[in-house]
């Protein structure tokens, strides 16, 4: 989800489209501070304003400068590394490298065609380190690749005890499984904008599931939005909230399916969800 879709974002931007007056970076930190509701956007966008502010001094701009300096600041903060904790498949980290890596026991084949693949994948893993690696095998395993590096590792046994949160899976939907476009073959003057705009990220989720498609719902059993046809419960669904809320403009889509849609632009609700295998 690109961060100029974020309603924090298109907010401050409708902010600034709406007086064309030339601002100073003080004037900008304070309409950040009354347009940003969410206290990490804040964190985020008044972090943007003293970048602008820094780059560009205290001279005033035209909102059509600051927008466009926005617009490019977010692109490329996305490109950005982050810090924390990236758990992935050795595939979604091809290309990569951390300072520390840790490759998890796995269904690694150790047998028949498929071995040599499996090898070089294990390879793969092993060199995204940069600083440190960890091999990891449950006690009794014997991991065939663990096995033939023993003699050039340090060996720890790490003695744990089973926790029933991990039978638990956090994620957030995609926007392949969201009907991205739902909200907008309503009018403008439907209640489902207006429900739309009175949530907030992390406010609570209802699914209501009908041929094959669950309806979003808020906390009062009304419609925020649908699923997609390409999601499916992989597990009982414990609770569900508001990650993100995301604008949609007509412009977005195929010229070919903007005859559907009856809003020029909308707001998308991407759900949260925690699920029990």
Same mark, same amino acid.
Not at 113 to 121: S, Y
Not at 237 to 260: K, N, P, T, V
């Given at each position: 989800?690109?961060?100029?879709?974020?309603?924090?974002?298109?907010?401050?931007?409708?902010?600034?489209?709406?007086?064309?007056?030339?601002?100073?970076?003080?004037?900008?930190?304070?309409?950040?501070?009354?347009?940003?509701?969410? /206290?990490?956007?804040?964190? *985020?966008?008044?972090? %943007?304003? $003293?970048?602008?502010?820094?780059? #560009?001094?205290?001279? @005033?701009? &035209?909102?059509?400068?600051?927008?466009?300096?926005?617009?490019?600041?977010?692109?490329?903060?996305?490109?950005?590394?982050?810090?924390?904790?990236?758990?992935?498949?050795?595939?979604?980290?091809?290309?990569?490298?951390?300072?520390?890596?840790?490759?998890?026991?796995?269904?690694?084949?150790?047998?028949?065609?498929?071995? /040599?693949?499996?090898?070089? *994948?294990?390879?793969? %893993?092993? $060199?995204?380190?940069?600083?440190? #690696?960890?091999?990891? @095998?449950? &006690?009794?395993?014997?991991?065939?690749?663990?096995?033939?590096?023993?003699?050039?590792?340090?060996?720890?046994?790490?003695?744990?005890?089973?926790?029933?949160?991990?039978?638990?899976?956090?994620?957030?939907?995609?926007?392949?499984?969201?009907?991205?476009?739902?909200?907008?073959?309503?009018?403008?003057?439907?209640?489902?904008?207006?429900?739309?705009?009175?949530?907030?990220?992390?406010?609570?989720?209802?699914?209501?599931?009908?041929?094959?498609?669950?309806?979003?719902?808020?906390?009062?059993?009304?419609?925020?939005?649908?699923?997609?046809?390409?999601?499916?419960?992989?597990?009982?669904?414990?609770?569900?909230?508001?990650?993100?809320?995301?604008?949609?403009?007509?412009?977005?889509?195929?010229?070919?399916?903007?005859?559907?849609?009856?809003?020029?632009?909308?707001?998308?609700?991407?759900?949260?969800?925690?699920?029990?295998?």
């Amino acid at each position: 989800m690109p961060l100029t879709r974020h309603r924090e974002f298109i907010t401050l931007i409708d902010a600034l489209q709406s007086d064309n007056q030339p601002i100073h970076v003080k004037q900008l930190h304070e309409l950040v501070a009354r347009n940003s509701t969410e /206290e990490n956007w804040l964190k *985020l966008m008044s972090e %943007a304003v $003293t970048q602008f502010g820094l780059e #560009l001094g205290d001279a @005033e701009l &035209k909102p059509g400068s600051i927008i466009n300096w926005l617009y490019d600041y977010f692109r490329d903060l996305r490109q950005r590394p982050k810090s924390g904790l990236y758990l992935g498949t050795v595939h979604s980290a091809k290309g990569l490298e951390f300072p520390h890596v840790a490759v998890l026991e796995g269904d690694w084949s150790v047998s028949g065609q498929p071995v /040599e693949e499996e090898r070089r *994948l294990y390879y793969v %893993a092993m $060199t995204r380190a940069i600083n440190t #690696l960890t091999l990891c @095998e449950f &006690k009794g395993t014997d991991s065939h690749f663990v096995s033939s590096l023993r003699t050039q590792i340090k060996e720890v046994e790490w003695n744990g005890s089973y926790k029933p949160e991990l039978k638990k899976t956090y994620r957030t939907l995609s926007l392949a499984e969201i009907d991205i476009g739902y909200p907008g073959s309503h009018h403008p003057t439907h209640a489902i904008h207006d429900r739309i705009k009175a949530v907030k990220p992390g406010d609570p989720l209802h699914f209501s599931e009908h041929n094959e498609i669950y309806d979003i719902l808020d906390k009062n059993g009304a419609i925020l939005g649908r699923t997609s046809r390409s999601f499916t419960l992989t597990g009982r669904l414990d609770s569900a909230d508001i990650a993100i809320i995301a604008h949609r403009f007509i412009d977005d889509g195929d010229e070919q399916y903007r005859s559907r849609y009856k809003s020029e632009r909308w707001e998308i609700i991407v759900p949260r969800v925690v699920l029990t295998k």
